[in-house]
């Protein structure tokens, strides 16, 4: 067990990159140039020249959000685990007719978690018992020694865990002569388990939130008019944490119709308010809906008098199989079995109040699994301006001085320190993924409907304007037509302190980018793509109660874990604080998470370059693996991109050949499998046309593109080739491949695409040939043209090759216009030289030494032969005279 008071130590810090204004051109190129250091640590910031300030383009007067609550040590894997512990272990005394009560031990709640597993690590209760080792659970939970705490720890143990744990193995108690909480004098030492607002601050003045309330209820899905109010709560169903696909439905409210329901009595009890700690606290214990029968004056009779002869051949006791003794014979509201109150262990002294359920009806319902874990959504919408107002207002109360006094490193401890606390419950809100194609994003739109200055413009047009960056044509995404939100369309984020987001990686492995508009600092955490699985491996191992119900946990974006415990695990983290104007890049499969420091502003979105391509292939791999579906068909994209190779970036076209190459290779293996099989019929189908649960695979959920198998028995499922043993239990004659491509027209499609690769090299060569007259031939100045613009037309780079060729035509050109304006202003008279007889041989010598056949050589011969003639005879003449030098 790691100690919990451990004082929060700050990783290492991230790469810090300024680029110059000529590197600042070109994003995705210096993207791709610092990539070699980045990408080892995961994250990487980039801080802009200091007078690119693009405006704050959002509306602000119009902007309305409807933030999300966070519970903070809610966030916190092993928080959580012990928290859904608590739960658990206050269901099951509650469905007997008990309150659960935590006691303090040393001034603090003690932690029953830790205690439980401690027991079980150390060989269980009855060892620990025998060998007295209460002492060593005491040291091993961190207790001081000499304070006789064990024995406190095992009273503890007994009365509260130790029958939860009997149960949940299915074995019988231990036998205990009181029942656990019936004791008013007892519990005066134990403080309430749910406690519905401990929080240090409220975090908005208008609503409050109880803490883990109906935790283990479904939430309500959102009514028609609902959305009418809030437009963008149908948005986060279809957006919110985990893939970001189309797909859930949602529940129209029946105005007309009246539901009438039987009035059920819930197991519900109030405790009263009782000095703990510092100050005052009031719980309502857990409210859960369970399916119980109604609580009526029958039911009771029932079970205190039994002796009506009707009923005495009818209820016996389900251990003893006697009916006597009615008067103690206990009645379940669950299954109607029957128990005499001796009988049980441990026994009770007498008939309960209330409902109560017999311990077949308690194991079912405590070996139920906890519904997944997710945000819930504010129930106040909020302007900008009232949110800052709550936002500021909250930071200053809770660390009692001015927001802009409070230290980065303050915060960042307070922050780790209440995540890991199951004592307070710190409650923020968190305006996270607001789509900025309905709310504005923050830089300038080129096409929006305002007129934007010029300065506007050139802000809009900026490859590092987060609406530009994933359209590049750098950008893979450039080739997808739908607009996916937070991938190709930017997302929008408004802070407050605290409020963070968890530990991810992006959709499909991609890059993203995130640029703080203003406000206070964003805390970043980041881990490179090498330590992916050993950051997952490590929090598997260390909290496997919550991957075993949700084995994608790490894909919907709810759980946190202290970076000083998954470094003391080996995985290696760095940090960062972004300061308003500075981007963050996230590289491919680096897992990322952060908080911020206070109120702020910020907008991210997803990119996808060259390099990103066999990431992007390796992860529809895992996510197959996890049967998680994909936001875009990977095939699909390649496809796209090969069917059109002339519109392609040269290094991307370079970079889907070699993708294609595997694509077809593993496409023509599957399919020989499939003819294996005995599948002979075969139907082309426009899988792009088709809507994407509509080509999922019923197996792995991949969306498939280039082939599918389906069988003519069973319409309504296929599955990909790699799972078509999945499909169903019909003959493989009934089975048909369903394909978007021949294997003869894969192969065409992969030439163009090698023509279009090896183009550049082609050209590069035609070249260099030219350039250096390797043949002997020297170009004319239309074929070196030509050859220019070649490049620019195929989108080559700008080489050295090419800038060669470029310096080449402009010395032509030069040459040209000088020889032409010689030409067309000959000497009318012979004392006006334009040019000396050796300016004129230079300029010969350079014409003959181009890589370039110029007619005009022959007018600068003619040029030079008149000169000799008639203009140095002259010129010697007058110059003799004159007792001058002779002219040059």
């Not at 000499?146 to 074995?171: C, D, T, V, W």
């Not at 043993?725 to 090698?754: A, F, G, I, V, W």
Request: hydrophobic fraction near 35%; proline fraction near 7%.
């Amino acid at each position: 067990m790691e100690p919990g008071c451990d004082e929060f130590l700050p990783p290492p810090e991230c790469p810090v990159f300024e680029p110059s204004w000529a590197e600042f051109q070109d994003p995705l190129g210096y993207i791709a140039k610092i990539r070699p250091i980045a990408e080892k640590s995961g994250i990487c910031k980039i801080r802009p020249p200091a007078d690119w300030q693009p405006p704050f383009a959002v509306e602000v007067d119009n902007f309305r959000f409807t933030p999300r609550v966070q519970r903070l040590n809610e966030l916190e894997a092993q928080t959580r685990v012990k928290l859904n512990y608590l739960d658990q272990i206050a269901k099951f005394w509650e469905i007997q007719g008990s309150s659960l009560k935590i006691p303090n031990v040393e001034r603090k709640i003690l932690d029953l978690y830790s205690l439980s597993k401690i027991v079980i690590e150390e060989g269980g209760y009855e060892a620990i018992c025998k060998d007295r080792r209460w002492a060593r659970v005491a040291q091993r939970l961190h207790y001081p020694p000499g304070k006789n705490i064990g024995s406190l720890l095992r009273s503890h143990y007994e009365r509260i865990i130790y029958p939860y744990e009997m149960f949940q193995s299915g074995a019988n108690h231990v036998q205990c002569n009181t029942h656990p909480f019936d004791n008013e004098v007892k519990d005066k030492e134990y403080k309430p388990h749910s406690i519905p607002l401990r929080q240090s601050v409220q975090p908005s003045k208008f609503s409050s939130y109880s803490r883990r309330a109906k935790r283990l209820q479904p939430d309500p899905e959102p009514t028609e008019e609902d959305i009418e109010k809030h437009p963008e709560l149908k948005k986060l169903q279809i957006y919110g944490p985990g893939p970001k696909m189309m797909g859930l439905g949602l529940m129209a409210k029946d105005k007309d119709k009246t539901v009438h329901k039987k009035v059920t009595c819930p197991p519900t009890v109030t405790v009263k308010d009782e000095q703990s700690g510092g100050g005052n606290v009031s719980s309502t214990l857990l409210k859960q809906h369970l399916s119980l029968e109604p609580c009526t004056k029958t039911t009771m009779q029932l079970r205190k008098n039994h002796s009506s002869a009707q009923f005495i051949d009818s209820y016996i006791c389900q251990v003893c199989s006697r009916g006597d003794e009615d008067d103690k014979l206990l009645f379940c509201d669950g299954c109607d079995d029957n128990y005499h109150i001796f009988c049980l262990l441990p026994p009770l002294p007498e008939i309960p109040r209330g409902i109560w359920r017999c311990p077949k009806c308690i194991l079912a319902e405590c070996k139920q699994p906890p519904e997944a874990f997710g945000f819930e959504q504010a129930t106040q919408e909020y302007s900008l301006q009232s949110f800052g107002e709550m936002a500021d207002s909250f930071k200053s109360d809770y660390f009692n001085m001015p927001v802009h006094m409070v230290p980065t490193e303050l915060v960042e401890k307070e922050f780790w320190r209440l995540v890991s606390s199951i004592e307070e419950d710190v409650t923020v809100e968190y305006g996270a993924d607001i789509h900025s194609k309905e709310f504005g994003s923050g830089f300038p739109v080129s096409n929006s409907k305002q007129n934007l200055s010029p300065e506007e413009k050139e802000y809009a047009t900026s490859g590092w304007n987060l609406n530009v960056m994933p359209v590049l044509d750098q950008s893979v995404l450039c080739h997808i037509n739908a607009d996916i939100s937070g991938m190709k369309v930017p997302w929008l984020y408004v802070g407050m302190v605290f409020s963070a987001f968890c530990w991810h990686i992006e959709d499909h492995w991609s890059y993203s980018i995130n640029y703080l508009h203003w406000g206070e600092p964003k805390t970043w955490y980041g881990v490179p793509s090498l330590a992916a699985e050993h950051l997952e491996e490590v929090m598997k191992m260390l909290t496997p109660e919550l991957f075993d119900s949700q084995p994608d946990l790490l894909h919907q974006l709810v759980t946190l874990m202290n970076p000083n415990t998954l470094m003391s695990h080996g995985v290696p983290v760095v940090r960062t604080n972004q300061c308003a104007g500075e981007f963050v890049i996230t590289f491919p499969r680096a897992y990322h998470s952060g908080f911020n420091q206070g109120y702020n502003f910020a907008e991210a979105v997803n990119f996808c370059t060259a390099d990103w391509l066999p990431a992007g292939r390796q992860c529809i791999e895992h996510y197959r693996r996890l049967r998680r579906y994909c936001v875009f068909s990977h095939e699909e994209l390649i496809c796209k991109m090969a069917a059109f190779p002339e519109t392609l970036d040269l290094n991307l076209a370079v970079a889907v050949h070699k993708e294609m190459f595997i694509m077809v290779q593993e496409e023509r293996r599957l399919r020989k499998a499939l003819l294996e099989k005995g599948v002979t019929e075969a139907e082309r189908e426009a899988f792009e046309l088709l809507p994407d649960d509509e080509r999922q695979c019923i197996k792995c959920k991949t969306t498939c593109f280039l082939s599918a198998l389906a069988c003519y028995d069973c319409p309504d499922g296929l599955v990909c080739l790699s799972h078509i043993n999945d499909l169903c239990k019909c003959s493989s004659s009934r089975q048909y491949l369903r394909y978007r491509y021949t294997l003869d027209e894969l192969p065409t499609m992969l030439h163009k695409l090698k023509i279009r690769a090896e183009s550049f090299d082609t050209w590069a060569n035609k070249v260099r040939v030219a350039l250096e007259v390797e043949d002997g031939r020297k170009r004319s100045f239309e074929e070196l043209r030509a050859l220019e613009s070649e490049a620019r037309e195929r989108r080559f780079p700008n080489s050295e090759l090419l800038q060669r060729l470029k310096n080449c035509l402009s010395e032509v050109e030069a040459c040209i216009a000088q020889v032409l304006g010689l030409v067309s202003g000959q000497v009318a008279r012979m004392d006006t030289p334009q040019l000396t007889l050796t300016e004129l041989r230079v300029l010969l010598e350079q014409m003959g030494s181009l890589p370039c056949a110029m007619h005009q050589i022959g007018d600068v011969k003619v040029l030079s032969w008149k000169w000799r003639r008639y203009v140095f005879p002259y010129h010697l003449c007058v110059y003799s005279m004159q007792g001058n030098i002779l002219p040059d």
